[in-house]
Structures are given as structure tokens and as C-alpha cells.
């Protein structure tokens, strides 16, 4: 078998134009699931029965979905029921922010947890709120010490967005799928795209590591 | 010099947890300028006063009055009142992700709504009143036991309390550090600052409290001046509990 390595250079423009969308569709992504994260978590943590249950069911159907089957749910069932039109990447956006808040949700309920009763009690002692005291003491600690985890979430989803060509986004996954159909080059172009998402995922994990260690607390 | 209006008083102050009586009917007051040192065995409640003293316990019976008005059970109200006492905890916790400085500053800063400017102003006179105006940019991590004590404890001068409750402020520290927290203690109490310090530091007790107030099994058992309590108990096992640290009266 011959392999033809000039398909990807030839495509090269496409391939970059898919790489910035599945960049910009993992950084969208965590910006809204790791504020819907914390959310979920804090009302979880609200002492709330009804509030504690609703993001516990939430969490519940998010984490054990196939993520594939809440993109097509998304992409099929968004538009009849809120009677509103998105274009493929919004919907895709909104089936991985789902997933990953639901995922986040459960890091930052365990991250908070983690956080010794003493420090609310200082903060508490001090004459602040309930909500001053998770806000300026137990989320920033919290946060820190699940960056490790945030961080290989962060890994998955970059790869996970790929699933989102299954409704058609433009995405790197479905652009490399595109041209492979269109000039048979399988090989190259399934290469390409593992060279691609290896070589912007692997600098990221190092990058978090790093975040980890510089930024991390210790006691 | 000192005020014989009450700041605090306890009345038949009960408490549980699950089936164990933690305090069973404690009475006493405070008087404002004064110092007192709870003493008694571990786990016979004087903690357990002080937690519920700044509202982080709550009361199954009984009532503290804070000059004179019942502590307030909503939170809005009990933030207030903790403003007014500082507290000082066995284990520190400084705040691991803010250098001393800001630690001392997130009460002026978060409850009080000072401007950093001044909060820092008087972040930094307090730290410098314990002596640790070099360490202001430090992390907790990075201070001693007795250097983070010491912080702790202009944290909770910075709400300028009326009241200080110390639990066990000592009890975690390596012996050579002990003392730089107790000096700075001492001076509070010199100033007038009104004290409840549960220790297990009878020399500190002896030459600083004004009144001892003895506990056990969730009772007051003795009080009185530390000449009382060191010296000429009234109550026999007053005498056997400092017997058994070595205190023979």
C-alpha cells in the first residue's frame, strides 16, 4: 500500500479551520460547566431537600448517559421542545456543557467536602455569611485542590468534542472525515487527525501539571 | 480596673450531642475587662462553652445573654454578634491560600467592607502589635505554629471584638512556641481586653486570669481566683485534676 502523505498538506487550510472549532468548543465547554459545576455542587451542598435533590437527579442522568446519545437527544429534541432553532455547534455545545457540568458538579462536591470544618468555622467566626465563607475560604482551597481533576476532565473533553461531528459541526473529527471520504486517503487522514489531537492535547496535560505544582496549596 | 456590668452571661446553659451531655446547667458571667481560664479534663465542656458563646454550637437549653440581650438564633443576627467576639482556635486555621497579610485583612475586607487600603493599615499595625510585621507576606505554610497562632490572633483583633474567646490556643504548639503566643495573650489581657481562654497552661492561668473556672462532666465544679484554685481548692477534685498535672496544691 502506498500512502500519499500530500492529502493533509493539501488540506491543510480545512484542517486548521477544525482544529480552531474543536478549540474553541473544549474552552466553551469548561467555561460553562466549571461555573455549572460549582453551581450544581453548592446547591447539592445548600442543606435544601428539594434544591439538593434536583441537582443530585441532574447529575444522576448527565453522568450515566452515553455522551453521544445526549448530543443526538440535543440535536433532536432541543428544537421541539423549547421551539427554538440552534445551529449544530450551539447544540453541541450545550450537550458537552451538560455532561461535563454534571462531571464537574461531583469534583467540586468532593473538593469542597475535603476542605477541613475548621476553615468555614474561621471564616464563620469572623462574622462572614454562609455564602462569604464558601466564596472567600472553602471554594478558592476547593478549587485548587481539584485542579488535578478538572484538569484530565479537561483532557477528555477536548477529546470528546469529536462526537459532535455525528451532528455535522464542522469540528476537526468532521473535517478530517470529510476529506477522507472525499479522497479515499483513510489512512493519512485518520493519522493526521491522531497526530493533530495528540500534539495539542499532550502540551495541555504537561500544562496542567505545571498549573498544579506552581499554583497548588500546601498545608 | 475591672467593670462590674456583665458582658456575658450563661444561664443554665445545657447542651447535647446525640446522648452525651456535653454541658449540664452552666451558669456564669463575664464581666467586661476580665479574664477567665476554663480548666477541667478533656471533653467536660468548656470547648463546648466557647463554641456555643460565638453561635457555631447551638444551645439545646438554657440561655447566653451578650449584654444583656439573648444571643439571636437567625443568622443575620448571629453574624452580628460574632463581629463582636473574635476567636482564636486550637488548630490555627489560617486561611492556607492568603499570606498572613491577608488573612488579617479578610474580616475588615469581606465583613466589614473596609477599603483595602485601610484594611492593610491595620492589618499591619496588628501584626505588628504580635510581632510579625517581617512575616505579613508570608503564607501560612511557611510560619511556625506559634508564628500562625500569633496571626490568628490579629485576625480576630482586626473585627476590634469586645470579647476574645481562645480554645486551647496552645495545645497544638511545640513547646518552644508556646510562649510567644502566650506573651501576646498576656499583653491583650494588660490592655483590658475581655478574655475566655480555655487552657491547659496553668502557669498562664495562675499569673494572667483573674477568675479559673473549673469544669467537669459539663458542670462548673469550682471558681474562683487563681489563689482558690491553686492553692486552696474548695472542691476535691479541683485539687486531684491539678494533682494530676502535676499541680500539687
Known amino acids: 500500500m502506498k500512502l500519499d502523505w500530500s492529502v493533509v498538506t493539501a488540506h491543510a487550510g480545512d484542517l486548521a479551520q477544525g482544529t480552531a472549532l474543536t478549540v474553541l468548543m473544549a474552552v466553551l465547554t469548561m467555561a460553562l460547566a466549571v461555573p455549572g459545576g460549582i453551581i450544581l455542587a453548592l446547591l447539592r451542598l445548600s442543606g435544601s431537600r428539594v434544591l439538593s435533590g434536583l441537582s443530585a437527579s441532574f447529575t444522576d442522568l448527565f453522568r450515566n448517559l452515553p455522551l453521544i446519545l445526549v448530543i443526538y437527544a440535543a440535536y433532536y429534541i432541543l428544537p421541539l421542545a423549547l421551539d427554538l432553532q440552534f445551529s449544530p455547534f450551539t447544540t453541541g455545545l450545550i450537550a458537552l456543557a451538560l455532561n461535563v457540568s454534571a462531571y464537574n458538579s461531583e469534583t467540586f462536591r468532593a473538593g469542597i467536602a475535603s476542605i477541613r470544618r475548621g476553615q468555614g468555622e474561621a471564616a464563620l467566626a469572623l462574622g462572614m455569611s454562609r455564602w462569604q465563607a464558601m466564596r472567600e475560604v472553602i471554594l478558592p482551597q476547593a478549587t485548587r485542590r481539584v485542579l488535578p481533576v478538572l484538569a484530565s476532565t479537561w483532557v477528555s473533553l477536548f477529546k470528546d468534542t469529536s462526537l459532535v461531528s455525528v451532528i455535522s459541526v464542522g469540528e476537526l473529527a468532521y473535517t478530517a472525515m470529510r476529506i477522507r471520504s472525499q479522497t479515499f486517503r483513510v489512512l493519512e487522514m485518520l493519522t493526521a487527525m491522531a497526530a493533530i489531537y495528540w500534539a495539542l492535547g499532550y502540551p495541555q496535560a504537561k500544562l496542567v501539571d505545571w498549573l498544579n505544582r506552581k499554583y497548588g496549596i500546601t498545608e | ?249
Open chain 2, 1 to 249: 480596673m475591672r467593670d462590674a456590668t456583665p458582658v456575658l452571661t450563661y444561664h443554665d446553659v445545657r447542651k447535647l450531642f446525640g446522648n452525651f451531655v456535653a454541658l449540664d446547667g452552666v451558669s456564669m458571667e463575664v464581666s467586661r475587662r476580665e479574664v477567665i481560664c476554663l480548666i477541667g479534663p478533656s471533653g467536660s465542656g468548656k470547648s463546648t462553652l466557647l463554641r456555643c458563646t460565638n453561635g457555631l454550637e447551638l444551645l439545646h437549653g438554657g440561655e447566653i445573654r451578650l449584654d444583656g440581650i439573648p444571643l439571636p438564633r437567625d443568622p443575620r443576627g448571629m453574624r452580628a454578634v460574632r463581629q463582636r467576639m473574635g476567636m482564636v482556635f486550637q488548630s490555627f486555621e489560617l486561611f492556607p491560600h492568603r499570606t498572613a497579610l491577608a488573612n488579617v485583612m479578610s474580616g475588615p475586607v469581606t465583613v466589614l467592607g473596609l477599603s483595602r487600603r485601610d484594611a492593610e493599615a491595620r492589618a499591619m499595625a496588628l501584626l505588628h502589635k504580635v510581632g510579625l510585621a517581617d512575616k505579613a507576606a508570608s503564607y501560612p505554610a511557611n510560619l511556625s505554629g506559634g508564628q500562625q497562632q500569633r496571626v490568628a490572633i490579629a485576625r480576630a483583633l482586626a473585627m476590634e471584638p469586645e470579647v476574645m474567646l481562645f480554645d486551647e490556643p496552645t495545645s497544638a504548639l511545640d513547646p518552644e512556641t508556646i510562649g510567644e503566643v502566650l506573651n501576646v495573650m498576656k499583653q491583650l489581657a494588660e490592655e483590658g481586653m475581655t478574655m475566655i481562654v480555655v487552657t491547659h497552661e496553668m502557669t498562664f492561668a495562675r499569673r494572667v486570669a483573674h477568675r479559673v473556672v473549673v469544669f467537669e462532666r459539663g458542670q462548673i465544679i469550682e471558681q474562683g481566683p487563681p489563689a482558690q484554685i491553686f492553692d486552696a481548692p474548695l472542691v476535691d477534685r479541683t485539687r486531684s485534676f491539678l494533682n494530676h498535672l502535676g499541680w500539687a496544691a
